[in-house]
């Protein structure tokens, strides 16, 4: 079957974002989007390490059979997160040390083996790819918004540069993390029933318009 | 014949391929990609300096990595220890002293370690010039410490407190000592102040 | 015996998992929706949990440390529990179909909770274990305690959470801040509540 | 050359790694069958065809739990097809073929509520209590005159997961657009005002009055009388 792509990077960004929708990866969501650096470093991360495992497990889904598939994915998942640490770690001195703390946090990332689970196991190899792709620009869009949320509210900077030095340390506590995830799904879910309405309203007069413009014609 | 097709075969043969393959491929590429002590510092100094320096055999005063059983025991206080000591463009009576400092006491009993340069002139301590992050074990909120953390030991207004004894702290209450405190990550920040404060002992403490 | 009460207090309230040190959020909130299955989620991951130091902690202490290949430790530990989370998963399958209709795709992530992972960590730590616990010395019994102490604490703070979800879904909530958002507001009230434990 | 990329790695170690993986994933591959063995449950693959074909929305408009619960109950013959409104044609289409159903792709639908009334309909007293239409009919069969009329509280807004239901001025009204014909509204009515009519239907009766014209007369200025034109 035709994969649709535009379907794919909607799902992705908006209508399932692995942070806001369908609420997964959020230990380090809560932990990391202190910062908003924070927020763009692991999703970036993340961003790559969920588009080669969906690959991975997109390639080998046949294979595997599915009494095992839990351990087989966790094994490619953490294999592939070992990897990429040694050879940041090797070649890419400085990007592993903005991307240091981060990349053993991702094999615990729910997000990838949700997705893996979910989608990879049942899509061909190039579906997957795109889906890992969105889902991971999702989950940066999402942290680094948060991020930045939380640190101009909790430290009174951006990106590290000093705003104004009025700090509310409740955004910086984990109380305060807990706090501003509600308020950003409740406004993204908003805002999401507003468009999907709008768009359902839109559709719909478009239908009937065409419906009646051809009865006036006969 | 029945038996490749059975389940068992199946199962065991993913499982065991996967594992056999991730296993092989960790271990030759961990041996492969191992980042030698000796590069470490090279990148360290590259960062000091920005570009990498040579230091030469008698210039090592202490290093842990080295096979000289006489400069490979680290000096320990009671903030940390300082793993190697170099001495670096050294021109007569004046160079820079790099330290690699690890302060203990952080988070869950985790250590940091930083690179601490120091500035001599005939053979004093002046200044502390630049403090960089080298690594750190079990410091899960190390994002919450940012660069001003470490520009703060170098800035001017604390060089006195330190020349004459004072050591660097986490706690509001200690006003003895010098206040550099990170809010939402007490326990790193007062290892990363462990660290310097090691370096402090060694050039200005009481030896 | 002091050693016991230790773990318990330590394992299930000062260092809760959850709501202390905030790993193992996603099935706390994905779960939480209905006392049942949030009770049912909470015992499989005490399960896991308790197998898994039961597991890892003899092969690291006595396999991997002797050989010194610890960095093979991630991926051991993480190929054992979502071994046991595959059994419990056809396990709960077979005996208990609503419980795991219930779980769904939560189930298959108790192997990245955090938590467990988290706590196998933890209980290989030498040096954090003694000063945690005021023992000599660590052994199999301490780690399987405090990892089924640990799963406990999971349990308490995911059907507390559970209580607390249902009474909250009666109230006449804004629409979009109903399900997950209502849910994170009490989980922050929830972690307040034990912020205290944290001081001790 | 190939030999010297390779020279650091200590083969030693590779082995025992090697040894220590296989022995493991081994033990656990047998552990994971062995339960996979006890605990067979016999799947019937038709429950898992139907699912997916279901829209999968776990509305509960079918009264199932979700829509795991109506295909098991659909493969049981337990349920009918048209009990699920959000699945298109097509999918129910292939649902029927699995079931071997005839399946005659009926009218796409959407709910309606028969009644026009709310503020212009006079009330019997003034209700202040829980705004919800279950616990106003407690009360003399609810505040309104017209023993039949909306009592405009909105229980079906509630239920309504689209948000297609509003009450607009004392009376509840379905946005046509966005229902999605699941049903959830129609059993949420304690006065089963609500029923589905086929999309293409230009106009439908808004009143379900079973009183005579004279008393829907001074009950509601738009109650119909009944006059058979």
């Known amino acids: 079957m035709k994969t649709n792509f535009k379907k794919i990077a909607v799902d992705g960004v908006v209508k399932q974002n692995p942070t806001l929708k369908l609420v997964l990866g959020t230990c380090p969501t809560l932990a990391l989007t202190t910062l908003a650096m924070n927020g763009i470093g692991m999703g970036l991360a993340v961003t790559f390490v969920l588009i080669c495992s969906n690959v991975l497990v997109s390639l080998l889904r046949k294979a595997i059979p599915s009494q095992v598939r839990i351990p087989a994915f966790v094994l490619i998942i953490a294999t592939f997160v070992t990897i990429v640490r040694l050879v940041l770690e090797k070649f890419m001195p400085d990007l592993y040390d903005s991307l240091g703390l981060y990349l053993p946090l991702i094999v615990v990332n729910c997000v990838i083996l949700a997705r893996a689970e979910s989608f990879a196991s049942k899509n061909p190899v190039l579906a997957s790819a795109a889906d890992g792709l969105f889902m991971g620009l999702g989950f940066t869009v999402a942290l680094t918004l948060m991020g930045a949320v939380r640190e101009i509210l909790g430290a009174g900077a951006i990106f590290g540069v000093k705003l104004w030095d009025f700090q509310i340390a409740f955004f910086a506590s984990s109380a305060g993390a807990f706090f501003t995830y509600a308020i950003f799904i409740a406004i993204f879910c908003l805002i999401e029933n507003i468009i999907s309405k709008n768009k359902k309203r839109k559709e719909f007069a478009l239908a009937t318009a065409y419906t009646s413009s051809n009865t006036e014609v006969k | ?172 209450k200690d006003t003895a000592n010098i206040l550099n405190p990170v809010s939402g990550a007490t326990y790193s920040a007062n290892a990363g102040n462990n660290a310097v404060n090691c370096v402090i002992d060694y050039c200005w403490g009481t030896n | 015996m002091a050693e016991l009460i230790l773990i318990i207090v330590s394992a299930v309230f000062i260092n809760n998992f959850v709501v202390v040190q905030f790993l193992g959020i996603c099935p706390f909130l994905g779960v939480s929706k209905d006392m049942k299955s949030a009770l049912g989620m909470g015992l499989a991951v005490t399960f896991v949990m308790a197998i898994t130091c039961l597991i890892t902690y003899p092969i690291y202490t006595l396999i991997l440390v002797p050989l010194g290949i610890e960095f093979l430790e991630i991926i051991v530990f993480i190929f054992i529990i979502a071994a046991i989370v595959q059994m419990i998963e056809m396990a709960l399958k077979k005996f208990s179909p609503t419980l795991y209709n219930a779980m769904g795709i939560y189930l298959p992530l108790i192997t990245t909770n955090c938590a467990v992972l988290g706590v196998a960590e933890l209980v290989i730590d030498e040096a954090q274990m003694i000063g945690l616990l005021g023992i000599t010395s660590m052994n199999l019994g301490y780690a399987v305690l405090y990892g089924l102490f640990a799963g406990l604490g999971f349990t308490l703070a995911i059907v507390v959470m559970s209580g607390l979800r249902e009474r909250v879904a009666k109230l006449p909530i804004a629409k979009p801040l109903k399900g997950f958002p209502i849910a994170m507001i009490c989980a922050c009230f929830i972690a307040m509540a034990f912020y205290v434990f944290a001081l001790i | ?122 009330d019997k007293f003034d209700y202040i209590g829980n705004k919800d239409c279950a616990s106003q009919i407690r009360l003399q069969n609810g505040k309104k005159c017209c023993p039949e009329g909306c009592l405009g509280d909105g229980s079906c807004v509630g239920a309504c997961p689209d948000g297609a239901v509003k009450v607009i001025n004392g009376v509840a009204t379905i946005e046509k657009e966005l229902c999605e014909a699941c049903g959830l509204c129609v059993r949420s009515c304690p006065k089963n005002l609500i029923e589905f009519i086929p999309r293409s239907a230009k106009v439908f009766v808004a009143c379900s009055t079973k009183c005579r014209g004279k008393e829907t007369m001074a009950n509601c200025q738009v109650g119909c009388i009944g006059c058979g034109l």
């Open chain 4, 1 to 122: 050359m190939f030999y010297s990329l390779l020279a650091p790695v200590n083969w030693g170690t590779v082995g025992i790694v090697l040894a220590i993986v296989a022995v493991i994933a081994i033990v656990f591959a047998i552990l994971i069958v062995l339960v996979s063995k006890l605990c067979f449950v016999k799947e019937d693959e038709k429950i898992a065809a139907i699912a997916e074909n279901l829209a999968g929305a776990n509305c509960g408009g079918c009264g199932y739990a979700g829509c795991a619960d109506f295909a098991k109950a659909l493969a049981e013959g337990k349920a009918e097809l048209c009990g699920c409104g959000p699945t298109s044609n097509e999918g129910k289409a292939k649902i029927a073929e699995i079931l071997g159903i005839p399946f005659n792709d009926s009218e796409p639908t959407f709910a309606v509520v028969k009644c026009a009334g709310g503020n212009k309909c006079k």
């Open chain 2, 1 to 172: 014949m029945s038996f490749f097709k059975s389940i068992w075969f199946r199962c065991i043969s993913c499982l065991l391929a996967i594992a056999l393959i991730s296993g092989g491929l960790l271990t030759i590429l961990s041996n492969l990609l191992y980042v030698s002590p000796e590069e470490r510092t090279s990148r360290a100094m590259a960062k000091i300096y920005g570009a990498p320096v040579e230091v030469s055999a008698e210039n090592i005063i202490v290093d842990i990595d080295s096979d000289d059983a006489s400069k490979s025991s680290p000096i320990t206080s009671n903030y940390g220890e300082l793993q190697k000591i170099y001495k670096v463009n050294v021109n007569g009576e004046s160079f820079d002293m790099v330290f690699q400092a690890q302060g203990n006491n952080g988070y869950k009993g985790g250590t940091i370690t930083l690179w601490v340069k120091v500035v001599f002139e005939n053979n004093l301590p002046i200044k502390i010039d630049k403090v960089i992050l080298q690594s750190s074990d079990k410091q899960t909120l190390m994002s919450k410490i940012g660069g001003d953390f470490y520009n703060r030991f170098t800035l001017d207004d604390v060089t006195e407190d330190y020349k004459n004894g004072k050591v660097f702290t986490g706690n509001q």
